[in-house]
């Protein structure tokens, strides 16, 4: 089985800008979580997605969003981007909630100057 | 909503010796555990899980327990060897809610 796969995997943008996170979960899973890992605070829960629908959603302000298509791909919009923003942005996928076995991708590296 | 604090940040042990991680949580409903390890710049993989209705959980030379009663959890590492050094993370959720992860711990193998 393929694993957890995202796109980009490095991104540099420019303040103020916007940017779209791809992922694409292992073949079969139809629940996508999406985390913001930064070296201060861990791993942050941003959103999850099941059968195209936001199930859980973490505390992070309206300019993050999400969706997920009907092949269970997801993606991830920043808009007005912050030097803040700055992270590594995880995906993980699994069968059907975040209470089975996850899996991560190797995340997109975004550099916001 | 759930809150997961995690203890020590940083760990340092002779390769040979355990280790040992442990995370309260708040949401008495939890009932989902997992353990995480990510090796520097690598993604996070699971170890090793417990659900509530279970103590503690053994594979080879990791171990979990669980204290439902006090709300903490514990990750065990034994005759730990250079390739366990990485950051740890506990987890906790319950039922299709969010995983709440803790702030990792930093563990060293010292050769």
């Known amino acids: 089985k393929a694993g957890v796969t995202q796109t980009p995997r490095y991104l540099i943008k420019t303040r103020g800008q916007q940017v779209t996170l791809s992922c694409s979960p292992i073949?079969?899973?139809?629940?996508v979580s999406w985390y913001q890992q930064t070296p201060g605070q861990g791993l942050q829960f941003l959103f999850e997605y099941f059968s195209e629908t936001q199930r859980n959603k973490g505390n992070f302000p309206g300019r993050f969003s999400g969706r997920q298509f009907s092949n269970s791909r997801s993606e991830m919009n920043v808009s007005t981007l912050e030097l803040g923003d700055s992270a590594l942005y995880l995906c993980?996928?699994?069968?059907?909630?975040?209470?089975?076995?996850?899996?991560f991708g190797p995340g997109t590296r975004l550099t916001v100057t | 909503g759930e809150n997961v604090e995690q203890h020590p940040s940083t760990l340092s042990v002779q390769e040979g010796d355990s280790a040992v991680i442990k995370c309260t949580y708040s949401?008495?409903?939890?009932?989902?555990f997992p353990w995480y390890k990510q090796e520097l710049g690598k993604r996070p993989q699971l170890i090793i899980d417990i659900r509530s209705n279970v103590g503690e959980k053994k594979d080879q030379r990791i171990a979990v327990t669980l204290n439902k009663t006090a709300k903490h959890f514990s990750l065990h590492i034994t005759e730990t060897q250079p390739e366990d050094s990485a950051v740890y993370f506990c987890a906790a959720s319950f039922g299709n809610e969010k995983l709440t992860f803790g702030t990792g711990t930093r563990l060293t193998i010292i050769p």
């Open positions: 949401d008495s409903a939890s009932n989902y």
């Open positions: 993980a996928s699994s069968f059907f909630s975040t209470a089975n076995e996850q899996y």
């Open positions: 073949s079969g899973h139809r629940s």
